[in-house]
């Protein structure tokens, strides 16, 4: 079965733009999660998705947002890019409704450059 | 908030050799733990977790974990290292109350393994 399928998996933006990225979970998963991942501050939550519903969100600037569809698919914009906005977005999702009790299966994630 | 400190951010051993990747956290209550590997440019994939019930939890590849609550610890271990294993391992806990579907990850510890 396919897993957790993010687009696109590369993406170069100048700074100022918005950037809209991509998620399809695991067909049956309704819990979709958002990470940032950088060298210099390592995975970070953005936010989690549960049914449409954002239960959960991390401390990111208003600049980042996200949604989520009825069929669980979801995608997140950042807007007015800064350089620092540059990393690999993770999206994750899990077919329990409490995923903090069993883990996620993560994507490929989508490589964000801003220049 | 959770924190979760991994103990070493490069680990080398030989191949054949015994793996001890360290974790610690923090929290209040016994929280819910998982250990992620990720290899280059791929997402995160479970290697484990423990939620309740015994405390030292197998997963797959050969690794396991032991939780140990009075070290607040939940350090990952494998018997005898393939080549195949050099990745980055992160280990990670769920958060605590209404927001536990938000994880919290380690800095990560890059495992090399010579021949």
């Known amino acids: 079965k396919a897993g957790v399928t993010q687009t696109p998996r590369y993406l170069i933006k100048t700074r100022g733009q918005q950037v809209t990225l991509s998620c399809s979970p695991i067909?049956?998963?309704?819990?979709v999660s958002w990470y940032q991942q950088t060298p210099g501050q390592g995975l970070q939550f953005l936010f989690e998705?549960?049914?449409?519903?954002?239960?959960n969100k991390g401390n990111f600037p208003g600049r980042f947002s996200g949604r989520q569809f009825s069929n669980s698919r979801s995608e997140m914009n950042v807007s007015t890019l800064e350089l620092g906005d540059s990393a690999l977005y993770l999206c994750a999702s899990s077919l329990q409704g409490q995923p903090g009790s069993y883990g996620y299966t993560f994507g490929s994630g989508t490589r964000l450059t801003v220049v | 908030a959770q924190s979760v400190t991994q103990l070493g951010s490069h680990v080398s051993v030989s191949e054949g050799a015994l793996v001890l990747l360290r974790c610690n956290y923090s929290?209040?209550?016994?929280?819910?733990l998982f250990w992620y590997v990720q290899y280059p440019n791929q997402g995160l994939q479970l290697l484990l977790k423990?939620?309740?019930?015994?405390?030292l939890v197998k997963g797959i590849n050969g690794f396991e974990a032991e939780f140990k609550k009075s070290e607040t610890s939940f350090h990952l271990t494998k018997p005898s290292a393939h080549m195949s294993d050099a990745a980055e391992y992160f280990c990670a806990v769920s958060d605590e109350g209404d927001n536990f579907n938000k994880f919290y990850f380690g800095s990560g510890t890059k495992l090399n393994v010579k021949p």
């Open positions: 423990y939620t309740t019930g015994a405390t």
């Open positions: 998705y549960f049914s449409e519903t954002q239960r």
């Open positions: 929290s209040s209550v016994p929280p819910y």
């Open positions: 067909s049956g998963h309704r819990s």
